[in-house]
């Protein structure tokens, strides 16, 4: 019910956009959400947006991660610039209902995530 695409290989500070294709119109009211996770590490937090509120960012990424919502297609798109080596994860994007949530077990839908390699 989530399709997460365009991850890739790229070198730091370059750039890269995934993609969260949701299907089915029940999507289009939850808030969608960018979680990553590098291996052996926990997954994280990274990006969110729901509608009537202000995209939310960690940290780490503000600057240079943008997350958009195209609601004519109902995609959302995650614009990574400036990537670095500690960006390297499996970028996977969810939806819930109770906006956005830095805590992966507050959505309820998980695409089946894309690889961003970031090279030094």
């Known amino acids: 019910q989530l399709q997460a695409s365009g991850g890739g290989l790229v070198q730091t500070g370059g750039s890269l956009t995934v993609s969260c294709a949701p299907s089915?119109?029940?999507?289009?009211?939850?808030?969608i959400s960018w979680f990553r996770q590098a291996p052996g590490k926990e997954r994280e937090f990274a990006a969110g947006i729901s509608w009537g509120a202000p995209p939310y960012y960690r940290d780490s990424v503000k600057g240079r991660f943008t997350i958009s919502r195209d609601s004519g297609k109902k995609m959302v798109f995650l614009q990574m610039n400036s990537l670095k080596p500690e960006d390297t994860a499996v970028y996977y994007c969810a939806a819930g209902a109770r906006g956005v949530l830095n805590d992966p077990s507050d959505y309820d839908y998980w695409g089946q995530g894309t690889q961003v390699t970031v090279s030094s």
């Open positions: 089915g119109r029940a999507f289009s009211t939850l808030a």
